[in-house]
């Protein structure tokens, strides 16, 4: 049982092993062109954005407290280090203490409300940072530019293996310059238009010079390391230094590990805990009935795709790949798996991608239709194994629920749970179920949809396709617009004749309770509102 | 659950004929040296006990067919850090030559390190064995008195509304498992029928189970449900027979008063038998003490086993599984002890 391991970007709740993100170091192709002349991005072309509910943030924010957050997972391989995490409550311990350049907004846009006043490509290989002046870290020190090349050179080191080092890999570590002290220049080995959009990735938080994971924990954030013990507990206290003005609130933040979210949602309801992490659906209503608390749901943008491998039988002919994909029903797909607490989605992914392609008619089940195009490839009374493995919470649900969609087209989908499939026959399957997290579409592509691609499931694209010419100029498009429309070229292959049928984003569902104040669903990679943005926007009433 | 033991006394006696003290007479094949030379005799067997389940673990976590390298890496396995990892099991070593530098460092107390948190397995333990010893022991000393109290309490008042009352609520507790008390307790006391105790037991890292007497409550009494029911009926059917033994009747037809007979003559008799089964107990509290741990998010060494199993944490699997096994073995020498000095019948055989 490996599931307290995840990916940083997984949203997926109970999830798994980070498999993904360690080999992904090794084969990354770099990124993506997504944010070119600094912060300038493409409109939202999302079909919904979250509202806040405003129901947390009544009344002026008031300080003091000692903010208890269980956070499912855990163990003792559980670490703090600014750039890295290994387990999900690493994930609630590293917002505390560490910032980055940039940060995602609410709707999981970009904005330059991090520690940088600015960051801006000056060429298509160029990029250059200016920090905001005065910043001091927990012991201090003002960040500097000398701070800022040691971070990125940490993160970039082989030797360290962190997470952020293949989303940065066109940094040439070595020709990162010092303008002055609060401006560094990036020179990149190849163009590359979204190290922006790795600069604003939690996990890639900045660290002043000389940082180690076994030395002081000191960062900028909101609350410094006070103690932790791995796998039961953390605690951190108010950094009195801290530079936005006001924040943070509480004077103590305790994170605790719950490797049984039955006894974390007992913990709430006791009133032990003020929050916890991916509250079990059958427990929403208890939470809800119980008075007291409230319940924080977020769209997510993890997804469990069922990948056909194009280029194995029967899946050669696309409409049976076509066929597969009108057999999900996919709200029914949501209801089962997520009890509703998801969004159907498209066979696309990267949903929040500002070029994220909203045009596309909306797949729905149709079962003649899919007889027919088997009937016309010669495969009707189809066999199939689909081989999963509990990882990612869903994983096996959503196989046997498709495969029992599947009858009504006289197509016999066999559900093989195999406990060794990532060490053994990963990649090499005709029919299979995967996990992927948070992540925006070029970066997505080259993890996953490229022949150089690390974790190919589909071996997408085909051979005869332009798909890779479009994918290598959309790096080289430095105009937002115009890399759209490349994109949503890309999406229109994938959509027309791809090996993924994804059926659901997932949302994050979390509890906490009404006495906590300024908690709003957002669009986000990490639970309960970015944790409270590193707990230092939100407070006791 | 008096049968599941290792053996009695008395038929362990005859295996160490020729591996026993020598001083003993000649004539008394197999008792020989007294209590002293018995203790010694079981302490060996213990010993040996150990060595077989220490080769068992061995080859049932390091020794298995395949990689045991590449099992605990899975995907994120790299040839540098598969060799890495080789070396520090040792991996690269004739099996036999594995086993033994294993064994060699266990008896000097060397338990490796711990794969997943990188420290050494006695620091990664130490504080979680401390609270789960202080949780069975807290149930151990509720539960072993108050289950001695109502078995024999029972057998006297036998058929009568005392012992029906408690057969009943034994029979119900000894059949509900532990998951389901501690959950019901949980929804009584903590969230949902009264708020008077927590629902989970935080014990924070540094200090002392002891001075968080209420945190200790709950995981406490879930354990004494889960103990006492055993042990108080063993206590019944052994009182029972004995009250209705010649002896008793002896004393009785003597006319000693009855507190007397109970005290003297019946109750000493009455607890060998119970004596195994408060070993077994015991012994399962440590192991069986996870559930708990795991309902009530206590820090102890459940926590950390299901934790280092999941993580194929193979040192700390290792660790674990030795210390549970020598757990029960000295508990049982304990209770063979204990059973040897409170029936003067087995003490004057020896």
């Known amino acids: 049982m490996a599931e307290n391991r995840i990916p940083p970007e997984d949203g997926t709740g109970g999830a798994t092993i980070s498999r993904r993100e360690f080999l992904a170091r090794a084969g990354y192709l770099a990124g993506g062109v997504m944010i070119a002349g600094g912060l300038a991005a493409c409109s939202s072309g999302q079909g919904t954005s979250p509202t806040p509910s405003g129901g947390g943030s009544v009344g002026a924010p008031k300080r003091g407290g000692n903010f208890r957050l269980g956070v499912t997972g855990g163990g003792s391989s559980d670490i703090i280090d600014g750039q890295t995490i290994v387990t999900k409550p690493d994930q609630a311990r590293l917002v505390a203490g560490f910032e980055t350049l940039l940060v995602y907004d609410e709707n999981y846009k970009l904005t330059n409300d991090g520690l940088a006043e600015a960051v801006t490509q000056d060429a298509p290989d160029k990029w250059t940072i200016l920090l905001k002046k005065g910043i001091e870290f927990q012991n201090g020190k003002t960040i500097s530019s000398d701070d800022v090349i040691y971070s990125l050179q940490r993160i970039l080191s082989a030797k360290e293996g962190l997470f952020g080092a293949a989303g940065l890999a066109s940094i040439d570590p070595n020709n990162i310059t010092k303008v002055d002290a609060t401006t560094v220049q990036l020179n990149l080995k190849q163009a590359d238009s979204t190290i922006g959009d790795q600069l604003g990735q939690y996990y890639n938080g900045m660290v002043p010079t000389g940082y180690s994971r076994k030395g002081q924990q000191i960062g900028t954030g909101p609350y410094k390391v006070q103690s932790f013990t791995p796998g039961q507990q953390s605690v951190h206290v108010r950094n009195p230094n801290y530079w936005r003005s006001g924040q943070p609130y509480f004077d103590q933040v305790t994170i605790i590990d719950f490797p049984d979210p039955s006894a974390q949602v007992n913990a709430l309801l006791s009133g032990q805990l003020d929050a916890i992490t991916d509250i079990p659906f059958a427990q929403i209503n208890v939470a809800t009935a119980h008075g007291g608390l409230a319940i924080l749901e977020s769209q997510g943008a993890g997804w469990l795709p069922l990948c056909m491998a194009i280029d194995a039988e029967p899946f050669t002919d696309v409409r049976v790949r076509e066929a597969f994909r009108l057999m999900a029903n996919r709200p029914q797909i949501v209801e089962q798996v997520l009890s509703g607490h998801g969004r159907v989605a498209n066979d696309l992914y990267s949903p929040f991608d500002p070029c994220y392609a909203t045009d596309f008619p909306q797949r729905e089940q149709d079962i003649p239709q899919a007889m027919s195009l088997l009937k016309a490839a010669g495969k009707e009374g189809l066999t199939v194994d689909l081989h999963t493995t509990p990882g990612a919470a869903g994983m096996v649900d959503e196989a046997k629920v498709f495969a029992e969609q599947c009858k009504a087209a006289g197509v016999t989908v066999n559900v093989k749970v195999d406990q060794n499939y990532y060490g053994d026959q990963y990649l090499k399957l005709p029919f299979s179920v995967d996990f992927w997290g948070t992540r925006n579409y070029l970066p997505q592509v080259a993890n996953g949809s490229l022949p150089t691609a690390p974790y190919n499931e589909c071996h997408w694209p085909p051979k005869d396709s332009n798909y890779l010419s479009l994918y290598k100029q959309a790096l080289a498009e430095v105009d937002p617009d115009k890399r759209c429309s490349i994109i949503h070229e890309m999406q229109q292959l994938e959509y027309n004749e791809g090996g993924y049928i994804i059926p659901f984003f997932n949302n994050l569902v979390d509890s906490y309770s009404s006495k906590v104040q300024g908690f709003n669903p957002s669009k986000a990679t990490l639970n309960l509102d970015s944790f409270g943005h590193g707990y230092r926007t939100i407070w006791f009433a | ?350």
């Not at chain 2, 993580?311 to 700390?316: A, I, K, N, S, Y």
């Open chain 2, 1 to 350: 659950m008096a049968t599941e033991r290792s053996g009695s006394p008395s038929t362990a006696d005859p295996a160490f004929v020729t591996a026993g003290p020598r001083s003993a007479a000649p004539g008394r094949v197999g008792r020989r040296g007294g209590i002293l030379g018995f203790i010694v005799r079981r302490l060996l067997l213990g010993l040996l006990v150990l060595f077989l389940v220490s080769i068992v673990v061995f080859a049932a976590t390091q020794a298995l067919p395949g990689d045991p390298a590449r099992a605990i890496l899975g995907r994120t396995a790299t040839p540098a850090s598969l060799a890495a990892l080789r070396e520090q099991l040792h991996l690269n070593e004739p099996v036999v030559q594995q086993y033994f530098t294993w064994i060699t460092g266990l008896l000097h107390g060397d338990l490796g390190t711990s794969l997943a948190a990188q420290v050494p397995v006695t620091t990664l333990l130490a504080g979680r064995l401390l609270n789960t010893a202080f949780l069975v022991l807290c149930a151990g000393l509720i539960s072993i008195p108050l289950s001695i109290a109502i078995g024999s309490y029972a057998a006297l008042r036998r058929d009568r509304a005392f012992d029906v009352g408690t057969s009943v609520g034994t029979l119900l507790f000894a059949a509900l498992p532990e998951f389901v008390v501690g959950v019901t307790l949980v929804v009584l006391f903590a969230t949902t029928v009264l708020h008077v105790l927590p629902a989970i037991s935080l014990i924070p890292p540094g200090t002392k189970p002891w001075t968080q007497p209420k945190e200790m409550i709950l995981p406490t009494l879930t354990l004494v449900l889960a103990v006492t029911p055993y042990v108080s009926r063993i206590m019944r059917a052994s009182m029972i027979e004995v009250l209705e033994s010649d002896y008793v009747e002896m004393a009785r037809l003597k006319g000693l008063p009855e507190r007397i007979v109970i005290r003297r003559h019946a109750l000493p008799n009455a607890l060998g038998p119970t004596f195994q089964v408060i070993a077994i107990n015991l012994a399962y509290l440590a192991g069986g003490v996870i559930v708990v741990e795991y309902i009530f998010n206590y820090a102890g060494i459940g926590g950390a086993l299901r934790d280092a199993v999941s993580t194929r944490d193979l040192p700390v699997v290792q660790a674990l599984a030795m210390l549970i096994a020598t757990l029960y073995v000295v508990l049982n020498l304990l209770a063979d002890i204990a059973t040897i000095l409170v029936t003067p019948r087995l003490r004057t055989r020896l």
